[in-house]
């Protein structure tokens, strides 16, 4: 009898968080390291949502909470919902788990079945497909090319649409490309989603408060309210208030499927950590004007990090909408061969080879569904990302 599952041979390990492993190994094996490879903002939490987590602690709200969320977090959720995105919910119609991942792993296990088809447009968050098969469903990823901003067209969902497929993963703006959808754009995909009924629209809002430009953010159930009774919409504090470590994200939907999703929580995980659920209460209901400045460094960022990527030998950096990511391609720099002599077929081959050559971490694009390309993370200073941009022109001018 084989002691590991067949569910564990099914997924493997997340290639963001082994990037950024194998940096830290080399850092602290004394080389010279800039991690461009983890996705979390470079800002502390607000000192107010600090200072709540504090004032929980003395008042003893330490003990187990009510499995999917406290009343006072799950009203706060309302109200965001009701103030930013135009969306009514209620109470019972809300979930929050250990972080957004908690909460997006959570319905598919509620709701994944063998056979089940998930749509998952590529590139994709590194998560997305795992999560689909340890639930026991089937991934579908779907290719938008960098010809389409790395954007789903509607022919392109309409006809990755099967009997079988029972989700559809909306993630805008996205990890990996900051690839942001249009209310135009996202009108057209729901028009293709009206035409198919059966079909549940998983919107991964992540990423919405960090946008640029004139962008106006908008979520599937807003555009489209006949598509209401059949989508998730998830967000969560991690990104747009910098609480990554604090795990707390949130989903709102159907009653019927938020009930089955703490279910499945309350056989895994229980609450979310009760101190941070009050840190999250402070963050949704507490001032928010530390999201505009937050938005014009990370922009300022994205300008700097698109124009050095830019011109750089063979790579084509699209400027993306939101988020802290790019996504560069590097066919340019295909079959070229690096000064140590390492002949670069594939962009692994290329993120290892920078990271041995020159101490820049990048995580390679076949990690996401889409090569040759690789992510840079922006979410650090901005010395670090003229030195870390220099570094890669450097690397990419020495290839012959
Ligand atoms: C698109 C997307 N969704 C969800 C998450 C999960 O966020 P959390 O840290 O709240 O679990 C991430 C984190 O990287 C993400 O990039």
Known sequence: ??????????????????VTTKAQELKAAGRDVIGLGAG??????????????????DAGKTRYTAVDGIPELKKAICEKFARENGLTYAPNQI???TGGKQTLYNALMATCNPGDEVIIPAPYWVSYPDMVLLAGGTPVPVVATIETDFKLTPAQLDAAITPK???FIFNSPSNPTGAGYTRAELRALCDVLLKHPHVWIMSDDMYEHLVFDDFEFTSPAQIEPKLYDRTLTCNGVSKSYAMTGWRIGYAAGPVALIKAMGTIQSQSTSNPCSVSQYAALEALTGPQDFLAPNRKIFQRRRDLVVSMLNAAQGIT????????????DISGCIGK??????KITDDEVFATALLEETGVAVVFGAAFGLSPNFRVSYATADETLVEACTRIQNFCASLS
Do not use: H, Q
């Open 165 to 167: 497929t029972k989700w």
């Open 317 to 328: 950096c699209p400027k993306p909408e939101g988020a802290f990511y790019v996504y560069p």
């Open 337 to 342: 061969t690096s000064a140590a002599g390492t």
């Open 95 to 97: 979930t929050v788990g």
């Open 40 to 57: 979390e903002p470079d800002f502390d939490t607000p000192e107010n949502i600090r200072n709540a987590a504090k004032r929980a602690i």
């Open 1 to 18: 009898m084989a002691f590991l599952s067949d569910t564990l041979a099914r997924v493997k390990p997340s290639p963001t968080i082994a």
